[in-house]
Every structure is written in C-alpha cells, then in structure tokens.
T-cell receptor, first 115, second 114 residues
Framework: GAVVSQHPSRVICKSGTSVKIECRSL??????MFWYRQFPKQSLMLMAT?????????EQGVEKDKFLINHASLTLSTLTVTSAHPEDSSFYIC???????????FGPGTRLLVL | GDSVTQMEGPVTLSEEAFLTINCTYT??????LFWYVQYPGEGLQLLLK?????DKGSNKGFEATYRKETTSFHLEKGSVQVSDSAVYFC?????????????FGKGTKLSVKP
C-alpha cells in the first residue's frame, strides 16, 4: 500500500511553454503533498507544501507565480512550471502524507528538460 | 542552518561485502534521523529511522545508530546483495518528517556486483 505515482516520468519542452506534472496517491487519501526539486548530484530541496483545498505554502526562494501548485482532491496534486526556461530543468519529486502518520510516501519523480 | 552530509558515491561492492555509508548532520534542535532508499525507476522509500540519541534503526539487514556525540547516523549492512543496488539518502527532520521539513543529503549510489 501507500503508492504515489507521478506523470509524466519525463518531459522535454521548449523554452517559454508551461508544463504540468501530476502527483497521485493511488491507494490512500493524502491530506498533505510535498513537492521537491533535485539538481544533479544535489540534495532534494523542498519547494512547497500543499494541503487539500487550501493554498500551497512555498519555501523561501521559490517563486509561487512560476511554480503553480494545485491540490484539488485528496488524491491529486499538480505542479505547473509556467513559462519554463532551461534553468528550470531538473528532477521534480512529490511525496504524500496522511494525517497522523509520520512517514511520507514518495513518487518516482519527473525529469524536466527545457530546451 | 540544519544540514546533512553523506559520503559521495558511487560505491561499488561485491556481493556479500560489508557496507558502510557515512552520514553526519548539523541541527540546532533534536532531530529525527532517516535513511531512504531509491531503487531504479521507483520513488524514495523509508528504509529505517531513529528518533532519539542511541536509538538503532534497522530494516532488511540494514542498521544505523543515532550518535549524538558524533552527530552521525552511519548506515551499515553486513552482507550486501545485488538487489541492494540503489541510491541511499540520509535525512533529518525536526518534527518527525511528516510535515515536509525533511532535509536530505545528496545521496550515495550503491552498485553491488555478483
């Protein structure tokens, strides 16, 4: 149990376009979802925390207008990278947590390449 | 600020060899410590954790002991298998890890050869 999926697993887009990444909890209701970003050979960095039905909380230095997060249901959160640029190329990972449970469950990640 | 430092990889071992992946941390409070594993093509999975000093976390033959005096949480396994090939992440959290405040190390890639 506690499986989290991400779609797509890999995306290539042109500079200036927007890209949407989906994160789904397949067999549980995720009251909280988290979005991380990982550069090559670097740590995972938390970008934002989203709770179902409310606005996401962004970490310092993360542009909320560039990285739009929507947590419309207890099983789905989306991250939209707006007007993507090459410097946005990275590995984006989501995780999901359940109320009262300590563990986060991670998705497999989405690799974004902006040309 | 809080941080985690783990040994850089890749680490290549033969099957049945002894494994140690070093992890040290810096934290202002009293963190919980975690090891996550990421198998190829999959998401990070919690491998083990320890929530206070001298606690030992263990799972699947892996162990790590929370050493406050050396601020370390080294991962060990006595006899690795090919199926242990993965990337291992050390992490800390001040509030237990459920609220998104996990701080990760850079990850160490382990390759086990038959």
């Amino acid at each position: 149990g506690a499986v989290v999926s991400q779609h797509p697993s890999r995306v290539i887009c042109k500079s200036g376009t927007s890209v949407k990444i989906e994160c789904r909890s397949l067999d549980f209701q995720a009251t909280t979802m988290f979005w991380y970003r990982q550069f090559p050979k670097q740590s995972l960095m938390l970008m934002a925390t989203s709770n179902e039905g409310s606005k996401a909380t962004y970490e310092q230095g993360v542009e909320k207008d560039k990285f739009l997060i929507n947590h419309a249901s207890l099983t789905l959160s989306t991250l939209t990278v707006t007007s993507a640029h090459p410097e946005d190329s990275s590995f984006y990972i989501c995780s999901a947590g359940r109320t009262g449970r300590e563990t986060q469950y991670f998705g497999p990640g989405t690799r974004l390449l902006v040309l | 600020g809080d941080s985690v430092t783990q040994m850089e990889g890749p680490v290549t071992l033969s099957e049945e060899a002894f494994l140690t992946i070093n992890c040290t941390y810096t934290a202002t409070g009293y963190p919980s410590l975690f090891w996550y594993v990421q198998y190829p093509g999959e998401g990070l999975q919690l491998l083990l954790k320890a929530t206070k000093a001298d606690d030992k976390g263990s799972n699947k033959g892996f162990e790590a002991t929370y050493r406050k005096e050396t601020t370390s949480f080294h991962l060990e396994k006595g006899s690795v298998q090919v199926s242990d090939s993965a990337v291992y992440f050390c992490a800390l959290a001040i509030n237990g890890g459920s609220q998104g405040n996990l701080i990760f190390g850079k990850g160490t890639k382990l390759s086990v050869k038959p």
